[in-house]
């Protein structure tokens, strides 16, 4: 019995007919299925290589901790503006680029410019207790990458390369101080609204006064709570000549050394502290005097991320040749014994031009005294109108209170207009010849409230509530005028009602003690 023919497993079904044909369908499929295979091949290939540039690529490599150590090797932060146009300009919406470890990071569409989160979680201007501040760095947000739009309809999807622009070095900051004066200089970073401004300027005097260096001083800058974009020169509130005269600190403000509407971009490196410019970003207000003042500024991390004075200056020591030395945040330095008040804080006074447009307020609303003769003077003097001022702090700062201190500790954070009152009535019948409240001292109140029902209660009380909408402060004395004219009411107070939690109460209070010898009664 003949063996049946078996068919080849690789012809296809269909084939029939001649040999030749058979053989010649046997070719091509064996052609189709290599080309299949080698395409196969080449797929693989390609997804391996594919997969190997995306685990080992920059998009992915592992970014160290940004933050000061002992170890040897640091990250560097650079607060990048835009370098390509010199010409100055207060919007703070555009261009701040943070570089880390060689990779820029931003937002898409709106890369470089603040985000709304960066802007208010901000430490409080006025808080002893600071609410929680959200400052941490995450370079991985947005999945670190840059947003690519679809081309608009009818455009080739081509990628074509930009020329780059040529952009020249920029120059050091230290470079544009006169280099044959041999004065050696220090500056910080401004930090938060005015009242923490004040004390990171008064720290900063204690850094200089220790290295033996003249402090650099920042002009008040507008921070996240006003976002005005403005700055203005501490000389304008405070006599910085007399206070030099007083103490022997040396201090020079920002504006005599650089015009701020004229001059180009310079870079500036800043020695991380307190942890500001490391585990920390610098906030709103440093930045807005970054850009107002045309500086790029790289972050350094000291050997040691201190917080303590004595810590942080004896590792500055070791610059002692450089002709200048920036810091990144003086508002958290721990001074021993909070001396700073006492060696510099109580010696900055008033300038006239502010004294006086209190004065002239106070002429014009109350009664003046009669002239008395002063026996030591053998003259007649005026006597100072007597009054109370309270310092309500309302607003923005309700929300703190309730977090921290609701209940019985309220009243010291955030006491109703009623719980005032009462304290007013005890400090009237205390100050009144009677003992009664039917010769009363007139109450002005500093207060950020807006609430016409708030204000009307002020008004039912007597009480006379500083509008410097009305008063024009702004448009004489500037836009921090209102707070430095609240100050003079403060300080110069026959009684002063403050908020015991509310550091703008306390630099009243202490001046209170230190220029008239008073206490404050504090909520």
């Known amino acids: 019995m003949a063996s049946p023919k078996l068919r080849p497993a690789l012809l296809p079904r269909y084939s029939s007919g001649t040999g030749t044909n058979t053989a010649a369908a046997a070719r091509r499929y064996t052609q189709r299925q290599l080309i299949i295979l080698i395409s196969f091949v080449l797929l693989i290939t390609s997804g391996t290589m594919l997969i190997f540039h995306v685990v080992t690529g920059p998009m992915s490599s592992s970014k160290k901790a940004v933050g000061c150590s002992t170890d040897a090797e640091f990250s560097i932060i650079r607060w990048r503006q835009p370098i390509r146009s010199t010409e100055h300009t207060n919007d703070l919406s555009s261009g701040v680029k943070l570089e880390m470890e060689g990779n820029v990071y931003s937002n898409g569409r ?29 370079p991985d947000s947005n ?27 920029l120059v050091p900051f230290h470079e544009t101080l006169d280099q044959d004066d041999g004065v050696k200089y220090v500056t910080y970073l401004p930090y938060a609204g005015i009242t923490n401004q004040f004390y990171g300027m008064l720290r900063g005097m204690e850094v200089a006064k220790a290295l033996g260096r003249t402090l650099i001083i920042p002009p008040i ?13 501490w000389s304008k509130f405070l006599d910085l000549e007399r206070f030099q005269e007083l103490t022997g600190a040396k201090v020079i403000e920002f504006h005599k050394l650089r015009d701020a509407e004229q001059t180009k971009y310079n870079e500036m490196e800043c020695k991380i502290t307190c942890g500001f410019g ?8 440093a930045k807005g005097f970054l850009k107002q003042w045309s500086l790029n500024v790289t972050l350094t991390p000291l050997s040691i991320d201190a917080n303590k004075l004595d810590t942080i200056t004896r590792i500055l020591g070791a610059y002692r040749d450089d002709k200048f030395i920036c810091i990144s945040n003086t508002y958290k330095i721990s001074v021993a014994d909070k001396s700073e008040w006492d060696r510099f804080g109580q010696h900055l006074h ?19 005294p009669e002239p008395v003769y002063d026996p030591k003077s053998r003259q007649e003097i005026v006597p100072t109108q007597k009054y109370i001022a309270i310092h309500i702090r309302r607003g923005d700062f309700a929300q703190y209170c309730r977090d921290n201190f609701a209940g019985p500790k309220m009243v010291h954070c955030f006491p109703t ?22 010769n009363v001292m007139p109450v002005f109140v ?29 448009e004489k004395l500037g836009v921090f005028g209102p707070m430095m004219v609240d100050q003079v009411f403060m300080a110069h107070a026959q009684a002063l009602i ?10 009243g209070a202490l001046r209170q003690r230190d220029w008239h010898n008073r206490q404050v009664e504090y909520m």
């Open 110 to 138: 709106d890369a470089g410019r603040l985000s709304n989160n960066e802007m208010n979680n901000q430490s409080s201007n006025d808080n002893t207790h600071e609410p929680p501040s959200n400052q941490g760095t995450n």
């Open 143 to 169: 999945n670190g990458s840059l947003e690519k739009l679809a081309p608009e309809e009818g455009e080739d999807d081509i990628e074509v390369p930009e020329e780059e622009e040529e952009v020249e070095p």
């Open 221 to 233: 800058t507008a921070s996240s709570h006003d976002k005005s974009k403005q700055n203005q020169p």
């Open 278 to 285: 490391s585990k920390r970003t610098i906030d709103f207000t």
């Open 350 to 368: 008033f300038t006239k031009e502010l004294e006086d447009f209190v004065q002239n307020f106070l002429d014009t609303h109350l009664v003046k």
């Open 417 to 438: 207009t009623e719980e005032i009152a009462q304290r007013v009535d005890k400090i009237q019948s205390k100050y009144s010849s009677t003992g009664s409240l039917t």
């Open 446 to 474: 500093a207060t950020n409230e807006r609430r016409p029902e708030e204000l009307k209660k002020f008004a039912d009380l007597g009480w006379t509530y500083l509008d410097h909408d009305q008063m024009g402060t702004a």
């Open 498 to 507: 403050g908020i015991q939690m509310s550091t703008f109460s306390r630099v």
